[in-house]
């Protein structure tokens, strides 16, 4: 997942003949974050930042996810919905 863009949890998983929920626990446990595995790059189908790190909600993963994104040039809504990438789209990356 390139710098600057995110995809899916359900882009993730159809690419690799899985469920979502199963690329989210594998995430979860990712012992290469952030790099050479961006996991922070994934958010949910409905374009919200989702969980990271095990925390879900309005907490301090989530707040640390948003700003690892921000940082990258991507921008949120104050409900952590995704507004732009870094190319000004709204688009998910999905060229697996």
């Not at 969980?51 to 640390?64: L, P, S, T, Y």
């Not at 732009?84 to 789209?89: A, E, F, I, R, T």
């Amino acid at each position: 997942i390139p710098k600057g863009q995110v995809t899916t949890y359900k882009v993730l998983s159809d690419a690799l003949g899985s469920h979502p929920r199963a690329v989210g626990q594998a995430l979860r446990v990712n012992p290469f974050c952030p790099l050479p595995i961006p996991c922070h790059r994934v958010i949910k189908t409905d374009k919200s930042i989702g969980g990271f790190n095990g925390g879900f909600g309005n907490c301090q993963f989530v707040a640390n996810k948003r700003a690892k994104l921000m940082k990258e040039g991507l921008s949120f809504d104050d409900n952590n919905f995704l507004l732009s990438n870094v190319d000004g789209s709204d688009t998910i990356f999905n060229k697996f």
